[in-house]
């Protein structure tokens, strides 16, 4: 009898588990900023960099009569925790944000002040960035963020060892590139290692692929709310080249497998089983931690190749622009707040970003370059940059965030085969761009 | 025979001889523990369990992102759910993955959990290190996998005449696969537990009967100690069906619901749309959906196995 009253109960305990996480959703969003303390907050993605943060903020609260309080949320919850506090009076002054579609729900809430009147009074908050860069957190015409840490474009890295033994010159075309794929699959090797199990690093492939053939128009379209974009010969072109290149071998049969995120595919370029790995510019320094003796000896980078008759502009690059610091309504220092956002520019921000690895996106940075940890690698990611037109950002980040699930969904089915081009085309047609 | 007696014995009917319980002869004293006594337990089953469970029934028939007001908008959610090929299949997938966990790790548990029941000290050794994997959380063991089995540097790599070209994550099939096995993998101990603790409670006098009867030992494993264990063997199989139906932590490390949706199981589906997606709505109603599957499954179980009348299978003893 006993046991029979205490069974549904088990059951339902068993039950609330799943509950438990939606509980997590309704938490009291207390962030550790609170609502009105005469002071303004500025709440900051919790990393390593957060020691730059720390050390600007300091530089403000000396001579400053607002004083400015910096709180960070680790990583992993930080998107989460700011989803859940930022309509409610907990929420920071200044937040950290990856531009784009991260902010572009926020916009919509009439939740962010527009910079333009800060800009207006001072140009130097738009002037002294790397256009490329700035525009990028541009919602509607209007500029809703101030870059505030370091630039990562994705490049195309190689294993000079590898190459070298195949005949094989780091690609300038698509063309030379499909040519490397055929020498290094006959040599044994993988030619182009992919960490597909983490789907971002397959997703890389497409936004450069589709902005070298059809500019960056394309997404800009889709974005806009424009989903015939998906349908058009550019799209279709492009799809095909990524298809052609999956089933040529470049990646091998098990790159879903492989993550880069647990060392997978880094390990396989630096143990010379393959030849190329595209990633972001933070790949330097991971494979200088994991791999230091093939770093310093056999990694080599370049851009990512162009494709003839392309109308993307070769010199564009794809990847995460930065980072950047956006200001809410509701916030009531607005004059302090614009003070504190010149320090993005200012040449203590450029040499602490620099001392950490970072590469700024600030005008000035080219003069404190050769202070930078490995000066000439900086030296070519930051004239990439510079010289790009046009800066593609992440298509999980460009999208808003409630996209990114069902964009990577896409992006992986068809590149194992599960959609085909029309299939793929309807899949980002049924992408939410708002 | 013995042995026969004991499983075709229909009702050991209730056992009320005197003695039996001398706890409530000593409460009528103190007099019966009333609601008073269950009031915390109840106010934190209400706080934790109740309360967002009725929190998330409303919530699933509102539209709500997290940023602007929740909306009501009927039953959209629900009717959208219905629609959804992604959701249909996660069904079948959960139930494939609870099906295979309970397959997997009954016999397995039972055959550990009766070895290990002997006092033997290698066995109680042993059965130390068949515990480890319990000790560890479902996340630890789940990068430990996927570490583990790494194309290129895993054992795939080392084992290429079992596993191919090491592709187990990028298949719907393997990655099924792999996920019962991790599953198997990391829950077994703790079923075998309950079946060494059961095993131990078998009356000796039951197996020195059957010797005599000229049992052997595969006859004694079938005639005693199988019946014997019915009782534990429905407890630990709610836990496994419970717990097979609520996993998560698995398919969101080891294969994100993927490749493509192929992994997908209801669970990791309510995180897909309610903390990736922003829609709590049908996060809401996924949840819901699950709770009420979940309480019917294991209510059918119970009747089904007839454990609510919780009939005694000792034998012999008294």
Redesign the interface.
């Known amino acids: 009898m006993k046991t029979r009253a205490r069974l549904p109960r088990l059951v339902a305990c068993g039950a609330t588990l799943a509950l438990a996480l939606s509980l997590t959703a309704c938490g009291d969003g207390n962030g550790g900023a609170s609502a009105d303390d005469g002071k303004i907050h500025v709440l900051v993605y919790g990393d390593a960099t957060n020691k730059v943060e720390k050390r600007i903020v300091d530089t403000f609260n000396k001579t400053s009569d607002v004083k400015v309080v910096l709180d960070t949320i680790p990583g992993a919850d930080y998107q989460q925790k700011l989803q859940t506090i930022i309509s409610t009076p907990q929420a920071p002054d200044i937040f950290f944000n990856w531009g784009g579609g991260s902010i572009k729900p926020f916009v919509k809430a009439d939740l962010l002040l527009p910079l333009d009147d800060f800009i207006k009074k001072n140009p130097d908050l738009e002037n002294k960035f790397l256009p490329s860069v700035f525009n990028n957190a541009v919602v509607d015409g209007k500029p809703y963020g101030i870059p505030m840490r370091g630039t990562q474009p994705v490049l195309l890295f190689h294993n000079k060892k590898v190459l070298q033994e195949a005949g094989v010159t780091p690609p300038k075309t698509w063309d030379e590139l499909v040519d490397a794929v055929g020498r290094l699959k006959d040599k044994g090797v993988t030619p182009i290692a992919l960490g597909g199990g983490d789907i971002w690093p397959t997703q890389m492939w497409f936004q450069y692929l589709f902005d070298r053939v059809a500019g960056p128009d394309l997404l800009k379209k889709a974005l806009a709310g424009d989903k015939s974009a998906w349908e058009s010969p550019e799209s279709k072109k492009a799809l095909n080249m990524i298809r052609e290149l999956v089933d040529a071998g470049a990646f091998g049969k098990n790159y879903d497998s492989v993550k880069y995120t647990n060392g997978g595919s880094v390990a396989l370029l630096a143990s010379d089983k393959a030849g190329f790995e595209l990633m972001g510019s933070w790949y330097y320094s991971q494979q200088l931690t994991d791999h230091k003796e093939f770093a310093e000896k056999d990694l080599g980078y370049s851009a990512f190749p162009t494709v003839e008759g392309g109308k993307g502009d070769p010199k564009n690059v794809a990847g995460n622009t930065n980072n950047y610091y956006s200001v809410m309504k509701k916030t009531k220092h607005p004059e302090a707040v614009a003070e504190f956002l010149k320090l993005m520019y200012s040449d203590e921000f450029v040499k602490a970003q620099l001392d950490i690895g970072n590469l700024p996106t600030t005008t000035n940075t080219d003069e404190f370059i050769d202070s930078a940890v490995s000066p000439e690698y900086s030296r070519f990611q930051y004239d990439l940059v510079a010289d790009a037109p046009s800066f593609q950002l992440s298509w999980d980040q460009a999208y808003p965030q409630k996209a990114s699930s069902d964009l990577h969904k896409a992006v992986q089915q068809f590149f194992n085969g599960q959609l085909d081009t029309d299939g793929f085309i309807q899949a980002m047609q049924a992408l939410p761009t708002e | 025979m013995t042995t026969e007696t004991t499983s075709a014995r229909p009702a050991a009917g209730p056992r009320k001889g005197p003695g039996r319980r001398p706890p409530a002869s000593s409460a009528t004293k103190v007099g019966r523990p009333g609601f008073a006594w269950a009031l915390p337990a109840a106010v934190f089953?209400a706080l934790?369990?109740i309360v967002?469970?009725i929190?998330?029934a409303v919530?699933s028939f509102m539209s709500w992102?997290?940023?602007?007001p929740p909306e009501f908008v009927g039953t959209d959610n629900w009717s959208r759910l219905m629609d959804d090929p992604v959701m249909l299949k996660s069904i079948w997938l959960t139930l494939l993955l609870t099906v295979l966990g309970v397959v997997l790790q009954t016999p397995l548990s039972i055959v550990l959990g009766v070895w290990a029941a002997g006092y033997q000290r290698n066995r109680a050794v042993l059965s130390v290190i068949y515990f480890i994997p319990l000790l560890l959380s479902a996340t630890a063991v789940s990068?430990l996998w996927?570490?583990l089995?790494?194309?290129?540097?895993g054992i795939?790599a080392d084992a290429t005449w079992l596993f191919g070209?090491?592709?187990?994550?990028?298949e719907q099939a393997t990655a099924i696969g792999v996920l019962a096995f991790v599953s198997t993998w990391q829950f077994t101990p703790f079923h075998t537990l309950i079946y060494q603790g059961a095993a131990r409670a078998v009356p000796p006098v039951l197996y020195q009967a059957a010797e005599i009867d000229g049992a052997g030992r595969y006859r004694q494993f079938f005639h005693i100690t199988l019946p014997q264990l019915r009782n534990s063997m429905i407890t630990s199989m709610?836990l496994m069906i419970?717990?097979g139906?609520?996993t998560?932590e698995t398919v969101l490390i080891l294969t994100?619901g993927?490749?493509?949706?192929d992994t997908t199981i209801s669970?990791y589906y309510?995180?897909?749309k309610?903390?990736?997606?922003?829609?709590?709505g049908v996060?809401?109603a996924i949840?819901l959906a699950?709770?009420v599957a979940?309480?019917i499954i294991?209510?059918i179980v119970?009747r089904v196995s007839g454990?609510?009348k919780?009939r005694s299978t000792m034998e012999g003893v008294s």
């Open positions: 089953f934790f369990a967002p469970l929190m998330v919530l992102d997290g940023i602007s990068v996927r570490a089995l790494d194309p290129n540097f795939p070209d090491g592709n187990l994550f990028g709610i419970v717990g139906l609520t998560f994100q993927g490749p493509g949706t669970a309510m995180y897909d309610a903390f990736k997606g922003y829609d709590f996060g809401s949840a699950l709770v979940a309480t294991s209510l119970v454990y609510d919780m």
